[in-house]
């Protein structure tokens, strides 16, 4: 069964902060990966897209990172503010053209 | 450019009763999606459109819920008759092509349903 799960389920980190989210998956065949911020009350924006032949992108403060062969994903977010606040969802596509299998997201709190 | 716009974001109603959502993607395109999103949880895909021909609605509630394209362009979704665990956030996406390649899914702010 093709799922994405991701860790931790919230997390609570001072501003300035670094902090890492994980996420596995069993999607198979794979297409690629993507992170998405969701800020409360608004849809997902995406923050990066990587395809099986990528180990890392960044995008500002967030970098992602992929390891096809074992099926992870990890979410770095540097010298973190206060609007990092909200809900990073990743996502997988299990091959082109189809439906893309979302994780339930980690809720990060960036606190003053 | 002008980002996935959907109305109302906000509606109440009570259990049987029925409620329309609707949604207008960005300008070109082509597939738009519709999801429910339920608190604490992450997007679940209803219904995929290309252009306007479904893609895939397997896990559409069609007893209940229905979507339409007619024009390619705007959609909307229906509820009738709703449950208290259709409660949730309706999000609408679009994007140039098949969201399973490299095109961005683009995001609508979402309609927040309670029914009560």
């Known amino acids: 069964k093709n799922q994405v799960e991701q860790s931790p389920q919230s997390l609570i980190i001072l501003e300035g902060k670094n902090c890492t989210l994980q996420?596995?998956?069993?999607?198979?065949?794979?297409?690629?990966l993507r992170w998405y911020k969701q800020d409360t009350g608004r849809g997902p924006v995406s923050l990066t897209i990587?395809?099986?032949?990528?180990n890392t992108k960044s995008n500002g403060r967030y970098t992602a990172t992929l390891d096809a062969d074992t099926k992870q994903s990890s979410l770095h977010i540097t010298a973190s503010q206060l609007s990092d606040s909200a809900s990073y969802i990743c996502?997988?596509?299990?091959?082109?053209?189809?439906?893309?299998?979302f994780g339930k997201g980690t809720t990060l709190s960036v606190s003053s | 450019e002008a980002g996935v716009a959907q109305s109302p974001r906000y509606k109440i109603i009570e259990k049987r009763q029925s409620v329309a959502f609707w949604c207008n993607p960005i300008?070109?395109?082509?597939?738009l999606y519709w999801y429910q999103q339920i608190l604490g949880q992450g997007p679940k895909l209803l219904i995929q459109?290309?252009?306007?021909?479904?893609?895939?609605d397997s896990q559409l509630p069609k007893d209940r819920f229905s979507a339409e394209r007619l024009k390619g362009v705007d959609s909307t979704l229906k509820i009738q008759p709703a449950k208290l665990e259709d409660s949730a956030v309706y999000l609408c996406?679009?994007?140039?092509?098949?969201?399973?390649?490299?095109?961005?899914?683009?995001f609508g702010p979402g309609t927040r349903l309670t029914v009560l």
């Open positions: 996406a679009s994007s140039k092509g098949l969201a399973g390649g490299l095109n961005e899914q683009f």
């Open positions: 996420c596995n998956y069993t999607v198979s065949p794979f297409s690629n």
């Open positions: 990587m395809t099986f032949s990528e």
């Open positions: 996502v997988v596509s299990a091959q082109a053209g189809t439906a893309l299998i």
């Open positions: 300008s070109g395109h082509a597939t």
């Open positions: 459109f290309q252009n306007n021909g479904v893609v895939d």
